[in-house]
């Protein structure tokens, strides 16, 4: 249920900064972090989240 109203979610912030966004090259502000969003929810369990989870680099 969940991870269903976080796709769909995914896909309204999608459609929204295809129509509003000034930087449309820009993660947080523009259609890349949206577009990133859904690719990650198509397979949540290897997402991290940087600086917190480990990423599987080697030592």
Partial sequence: MWLARAKLLARSAESKALETSLRPDSLYK???GPALLLCELDSPDP???????SEGWPA
Avoid: H, Q, R
């Fill in 30 to 32: 523009g259609e890349v």
């Fill in 47 to 53: 997402v991290t989240m940087p600086l917190y989870d």
